[in-house]
């Protein structure tokens, strides 16, 4: 079996020509985490379940949902690419994957594999560093670059004796490298272990976006905030930049647009939806809800950065808000900007009880509200600076 070859280098993941092989044999036994990622369909009829059951089983679910083990799909055989330009070392990795249970495709040059890894999106990719036109480094370079394929794990292969590449290949943000001849054990250990990973991963996106739609329909049971969370994403992105926060902390600041009454799930509708004023005991419920959206989070390592906004966005800087009662610094940074601007988006939109009051009416009242003591004073001033800033750029 050969791949296609091209003189053409490709700079970004496109369509070629190449033969695949398709093994017979049986799986590994990966396929068991595959529910999440199968699954995509029947994602509202989850939701919806959990929704309607309160968020204990909400949270039961997503926990169930981020964990790899426990699901009984043998339909989906991981897909190997193998890439490399000797024919006799290519095959030996192919029959090789091949017996364990693998779907194995092949290439024999690094553009036909960039070709071949848009069509069939494989789980990891066997990648020869020395080849002709474009080498491995160079193949590796195209697949870590494109959001769509950089996730995929490359193993690099490599000669025994060459030692810059390998080193070279760790750098590159590979998985892994093996030297040829291949030893049966050590390929199918490695390639195990790196499909794993990356489903694993793959299972933990799927639960986030599943949180994600459980946030948009909460959002959407609740008539009186509108398009909230949507206006909080971009007015975070916007104040986080202004405020030259990290990468990471601009993501989280958007995130929490999105997640920070995640726990109003768990709010019964007759609080949540009342009009007029709630008793103390339903306030007190009401309350519950930074600690629900906390719970439900928790299992989720990519949302670990937003549960300080989910537990804290209603802290005051004087200590008296909930639910510790934390004061001034103690209160987290994010948590602090965050509630900087879900005020002033409730503030200057439209309600059913208010009309919007104007940016500068909203920052009339906020800066009332932080001589009282209830927002950080020097954080509410960099956000009265950047709205003007912000409305005369408009
Ligand atoms: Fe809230």
Redesign the pocket.
């Known amino acids: 079996m050969s791949g296609s070859n091209t003189s053409t280098k490709p700079n970004s993941i496109g369509s070629g020509n190449t033969v695949e092989l398709q093994p017979q044999g049986s799986p590994l036994g990966f396929s068991k985490q595959e529910i999440m990622r199968e699954k995509a369909e029947t994602i509202p009829a989850w939701v919806n379940n959990h929704v309607d059951s309160g968020y204990d089983s909400l949270v039961a679910g997503i926990q169930q949902a981020s964990s790899s083990q426990g699901y009984g799909f043998d339909s989906d055989k991981p897909k190997i690419l193998v890439v490399d330009d000797g024919a006799e070392s290519r095959m030996t990795a192919v029959d090789l994957l091949a017996m364990e249970g693998y779907e194995v495709i092949e290439a024999d040059c690094g553009a036909a594999a960039i070709a071949l890894i848009a069509q069939k999106q494989p789980d990891l990719i066997l990648l020869d560093v020395m080849m002709p036109e474009m080498d491995g480094f160079e193949v590796c370079q195209i697949i870590k670059q494109d959001e769509q394929t950089r996730q995929i794990p490359i193993i690099f292969i490599t000669a025994l004796n060459d030692k810059r590449s390998r080193v070279r290949s760790i750098e590159s943000g590979a998985g892994d490298f093996l030297t040829k001849p291949f030893d049966r054990l050590e390929l199918a250990a490695r390639v195990k272990s790196l499909v794993q990973q990356k489903r694993l991963n793959e299972d933990i996106d799927h639960a986030e976006q599943v949180l994600f739609s459980i946030a948009r329909a909460i959002e959407s049971r609740d008539p009186n905030t509108g398009n909230h969370c949507e206006r909080l994403v971009q007015l975070g992105k916007e104040f986080g930049e202004y405020l030259n926060l990290s990468y990471n902390q601009i993501r989280d600041l958007m995130w929490g647009g999105y997640l920070?009454?995640i726990?109003?799930v768990g709010i019964p509708d007759a609080i949540l939806l009342k009009r007029g004023k709630l008793t103390s005991e339903e306030w007190e419920v009401m309350r519950q809800?930074?600690l629900i959206g906390e719970q439900i989070c928790q299992p989720l390592r990519a949302t670990r950065g937003v549960i300080p906004i989910i537990r804290h966005?209603?802290e005051r800087w004087d200590g008296s808000g909930y639910p510790d009662s934390l004061k001034g610094d103690k209160i987290p940074y994010l948590a602090q900007i965050f509630q900087i601007i879900?005020i002033y988006d409730a503030l200057s939109s439209e309600r059913p009880y208010k009309p919007a009051y104007t940016p500068e009416e909203a920052i009339q009242i906020m800066t009332e509200e932080t001589a009282k003591g209830w927002r950080n004073f020097q954080l509410m001033q960099q956000f009265t600076e950047f709205i003007s800033k912000r409305d005369r750029n408009s």
Do not use: P, Q, S, T
């Open positions: 920070h009454d726990g109003k809800h930074v966005h209603h879900d």
